[in-house]
């Protein structure tokens, strides 16, 4: 356990509050190191479905070299029939489909696991903190806006853990191990493939920002409209 009573520092300094996070999840490094190998072999897996469909398609349908990477010259020396290579490639898939299966389950239930326990100590930590704060402090906060703090914020941090920490990183994972064999299979069909990237990326971030400060926007403009009612 952390020791609650310690102080939190808050200079806006973004050094100071990696380390603090990282103090916080130091406990669990142990279940996200795991985490991290799941995804990754998870994407690994992930990028190696379509290969038993192109050994079938490849020495059942058609009778030709697989080019399957790592195993073409065992495959197309192998003095199997066309019935074995099929449920041969249909138990790969199998496998690849229960593998993935399970460490999907095993990275998402480690982490759902890690985000409460992370949340409740980064509470008590600042639960902590605001009662050593001074009574003017408090007098100069608004109604509510300490509770919010504490709920909907950190709910926020808990649910990044949870999900979007899920959807980055496997994500990336899986993209990097997809660029990897595109480009050993064939690097000029890869770079071909990839030329349009850069005008969606400058797309993207274009238009992120736009669309993310619509909210911030529309919120101000109901704030406002609430409070000149009041007025009247």
């Not at 310690?6 to 142990?30: A, E, H, M, Q």
């Not at 703090?149 to 950190?154: F, H, I, P």
Request: net charge positive.
């Amino acid at each position: 356990m952390l020791n609650h009573s310690r102080r939190v520092s808050t200079k806006g300094n973004p050094r100071v509050w990696i380390r603090y996070f990282l103090s916080l999840l130091r406990p669990f490094r142990l279940h996200l190191s795991w985490a991290v190998v799941a995804m990754m072999l998870d994407a690994l897996l992930t990028a190696l479905r379509p290969w038993p469909l192109k050994v079938v398609i490849d020495r059942v349908l058609s009778q030709k070299q697989s080019q399957v990477p790592l195993l073409a010259g065992w495959l197309d020396h192998a003095s199997f029939d066309r019935m074995t290579i099929l449920f041969g490639a249909c138990a790969t898939s199998l496998l690849i489909a229960l593998s993935t299966g399970l460490l999907t389950y095993s990275f998402t239930r480690i982490l759902g696991e890690v985000g409460p326990r992370f949340v409740f100590q980064l509470r008590s930590d600042l639960f902590a903190h605001m009662q050593r704060l001074s009574l003017k402090f408090h007098d100069r906060q608004r109604v509510g806006d300490l509770i919010a703090r504490l709920t909907s914020d950190v709910q926020s941090i808990q649910d990044m853990i949870a999900n979007g920490t899920i959807l980055l990183f496997s994500n990336a994972c899986l993209l990097v191990g997809m660029l990897v064999l595109m480009f050993w299979l064939n690097w000029q069909f890869a770079l071909a493939a990839l030329s349009g990237a850069p005008l969606l990326f400058w797309t993207v971030f274009r238009y992120t920002g736009r669309v993310m400060a619509t909210p911030v926007r529309l919120w101000s403009v109901t704030v406002c409209l609430g409070l000149s009612r009041r007025k009247r």
